[in-house]
C-alpha cells in the first residue's frame, strides 16, 4: 500500500522542525491556512459614476499651540500648525471638490476648496509637511489679503501634459472654513483668480515659470489675512483688493536616472495693494532638492 504524501508548505507556519509530518506520521494531520487581500483602485481615482469624474474630500484637525504668538511674526514659520483654523482645534470639512475632465487637457472643478494647493513650485510647495513648513517657501503670503483658505468657487483648468497650464477661478469672496458657505455666498462680492505656470528648459535642464494674479471685490474696513489673523488696524472703507504673484523653479543638477530627482534654486515674488494688505511686496529665494538617501527638500 502507498503511503499518503502531505503538502506542508501551503500551511500556516509551514513545517517547523519536521514537527507537522511527525504528527500526520501518528495519523493526526492539521491543516490551517489565511488568506488575504490587498485591494486598491486600479483606475485612477475616479468615482465609477462618469468617465473622468474625480471627488476630492480633505477634512483637517490641528491639536496643540503654535508658536506664531511667541514669536510675533507676520509669517507663520510653522504654517500647517495654524490651519485650517488659527487657534481652534475643531474638526473642519475645507475640501468638498469636483473634477470633471473634458478631454485630455482640459477640466472643469466647482465645490468647496481649500486655495494651498496653488502656486505650485517644484521645490518650495507641499503644504507645508513634504518640504519646508514656513509660510514663504509654501506659497506667496502676498495673497493673503485677497485669498482665502477655503470657500466655495468653481473655475477650469488647461494642462496639457508638455505645455503651459492656465487655472482660471471665481471663488467666494470671503472664508468660509468653519461653514458649508451656501449662506454667504457672493454676499460681500467675489475673488477672481488667474495663473498661468510655463514650463522651461534653460541649460537644458527643467524648470518652471509661474505668474498670477487676484482680484476680491469685497469691502475692507481693516488690513487682514486669511491664513494668521493680524492684529486688527482700522482702514477707510475701501472696495476691491488686488495682487500680482511670480515664482520660478529651476534644476541645474538632474538625476540621469530619474529626472524628478535633482537640485536647484527657486524664488517667490509679489505685490499687493497697500491700502488693504498687511504685506504689499515680497521676495523669497532659496535652494532645493534631493540628495542621495533623502527625500526632497
Known amino acids: 500500500m502507498e503511503e499518503p504524501q502531505y503538502e506542508m508548505a501551503p500551511h500556516l507556519l509551514g513545517s517547523q522542525d519536521g514537527f507537522r509530518e511527525r504528527l500526520a506520521d501518528a495519523g493526526l494531520t492539521i491543516l490551517a491556512d489565511n488568506t ?27 491639536y496643540g499651540e503654535t508658536i506664531v504668538g511667541n514669536v510675533g511674526c507676520f509669517i507663520s514659520p510653522t504654517l500647517i500648525a495654524d490651519l485650517p483654523v488659527y487657534g481652534s482645534e475643531e474638526v473642519y470639512l475645507t475640501n468638498v471638490l469636483l473634477t470633471q475632465e473634458l ?17 505650485m513650485n517644484t521645490f518650495a510647495h ?13 506659497f506667496n503670503p502676498i495673497v493673503g489679503a485677497t485669498v482665502p483658505y477655503s470657500t466655495l468657487g468653481a473655475g477650469f483648468v488647461i494642462h496639457p501634459d508638455d505645455g ?20 454667504t455666498l457672493f454676499n460681500d462680492g467675489m475673488l477672481l483668480s488667474a495663473a498661468l505656470r510655463v514650463p522651461t528648459n534653460f541649460l537644458d535642464r527643467p524648470g ?32 476691491g483688493s488686488w495682487c500680482l504673484y511670480w515664482n520660478f523653479d529651476q534644476y541645474l543638477v538632474v538625476d540621469p536616472a530619474d529626472d524628478t530627482r535633482g537640485w536647484g534654486p527657486f524664488g517667490r515674488a509679489g505685490i499687493a495693494d497697500p491700502n488693504t494688505s498687511p504685506i504689499d511686496a515680497f521676495l523669497s529665494v532659496g535652494v532645493g532638492g534631493t540628495v542621495p538617501g533623502r527625500r526632497r527638500r
Open 208 to 239: 518652471h515659470q509661474l505668474l498670477g494674479g487676484t482680484w476680491n471685490s469685497r469691502t475692507y474696513t481693516s488690513i487682514t489675512e486669511a491664513y494668521i489673523p493680524y492684529p486688527d488696524v482700522a482702514i477707510p472703507t475701501t472696495r
Open 126 to 138: 507641499g503644504r507645508g509637511k513634504t518640504q519646508f513648513s514656513n509660510m514663504g517657501f509654501i
Open 36 to 62: 488575504g487581500f490587498s485591494i486598491g483602485n486600479a483606475t485612477g481615482g475616479r468615482l465609477g459614476v462618469r468617465d473622468g469624474l474625480y471627488l476630492k474630500l480633505r477634512a483637517e484637525h490641528r
Open 164 to 183: 503651459p497650464m492656465v487655472m482660471v477661478t471665481v471663488l467666494n469672496s470671503t472664508d468660509t472654513t468653519a461653514t458649508s458657505g451656501f449662506d
Open 103 to 119: 478631454t485630455d487637457a482640459v477640466s472643469v472643478f466647482a465645490g468647496k476648496m481649500d486655495t494651498l494647493d496653488g502656486d
